[in-house]
């Protein structure tokens, strides 16, 4: 079986992590979230000798969809979005294909679980393959998602993190959608450990302590 390749890119002025995830066997590659960008993007999928065949979106929010549309005009590629998200992109783009958790998206020959994980938009995803997990806005490097926009719920971010996240394998790698930590990457056991919105005892400490409600 092919080993996930991962390429990570900071870029934009919001230090948006940008991802290509390839299939090394078939040399079929998505972009997860295509914003600030495309052409370095598609430039670097092409350098690495990949086809780029699918988009993932981990939600909508225009830092992390802003080059949509510039690339779907050069590569006419279905584009994966929870069908929990905001209807901001529909009707205007094409080519959405809804998902849940209850389905599995593949690049290639490798597959991947989707993680619905609301509480920073009610559709947000995580995309789960190989004990790696693209983690959008849901978990940074010791942080989380704001839950103060429209559409966040910071009940929902606690259920998302305590009951989703955190019963991962403590060695899944987290690759999450900013880089706002120290590092650009972490493993969930050691995010236990020092990211300050895993360590509450119940949802009412999360809410006051982390959430300043």
């Known amino acids: 079986m092919s080993r996930l390749l991962i390429q990570q890119y900071e870029i934009g002025p919001l230090n948006n992590f940008l991802y290509l995830l390839g299939d090394p066997e078939t040399k079929e590659m998505a972009i997860v979230d295509p914003a600030w960008d495309v052409d370095f993007l598609c430039k670097e999928a092409k350098r690495l000798g990949y086809k780029i065949t699918k988009i993932f979106l981990t939600h909508a929010h225009p830092d992390h969809v802003n080059g949509l549309d510039k690339l779907l005009s050069i590569h006419q590629v279905p584009v994966y979005i929870s069908k929990y998200e905001y209807l901001a992109l529909r009707p205007r783009v094409t080519g959405l294909v809804d998902v849940t958790e209850k389905d599995k998206l593949s690049v290639g020959k490798i597959s991947f679980d989707i993680l ?82 895993l360590q509450c005892n119940n949802l009412n400490e999360f809410l006051v302590e982390r959430m300043g409600l």
Not at 138 to 151: E, H, K, S
């Open 116 to 197: 619905h994980t609301p509480g920073h938009t009610p559709g947000c995803q995580c995309f789960l393959a190989q004990g790696q997990l693209i983690s959008g806005d849901t978990l940074f490097i010791d942080g989380c998602g704001r839950c103060d926009l429209p559409g966040s719920n910071p009940t929902e971010m606690y259920n998302s993190l305590y009951n989703i996240v955190m019963k991962l394998p403590d060695e899944t790698i987290v690759y999450p959608g900013h880089n706002y930590g120290e590092t650009t990457t972490d493993t969930i056991g050691h995010q236990k450990q020092t990211n300050p919105y």
